[in-house]
């Protein structure tokens, strides 16, 4: 799922196709943050991307230990 993501093109409409509606839809410092759980076997897996103003992927947190924090940054700038 999370390698099929292309930066600074796949849209939240994209993605919303994709996996449906959000688990969560927020905003972390004004940047816009979504996120799914995609998956729960022995570990929950999520998905959460930062959306441009335009609700473009700059920027994606996949299934990573939940104790390694995410400093999420515009990559498309």
Do not use: F, H, K
């Not at 600074?8 to 972390?28: K, N, S, V």
């Not at 929950?44 to 230990?65: E, F, H, I, K, T």
Request: hydrophobic share 45%.
């Amino acid at each position: 799922m999370a390698r099929s993501i292309v930066l600074c093109t796949t849209t939240e409409a994209d993605l919303r196709r994709q996996l449906g509606i959000p688990t969560r839809d927020g905003l972390l410092r004004g940047d816009r943050i979504v996120s799914w759980i995609i998956g729960e076997d022995d570990v929950v897996q999520y998905l959460a991307v930062l959306l441009d103003a335009r609700g473009v992927v700059v920027d994606l947190y996949w299934n990573l230990p939940t104790e390694i924090p995410w400093a999420p940054d515009n990559q498309c700038d």
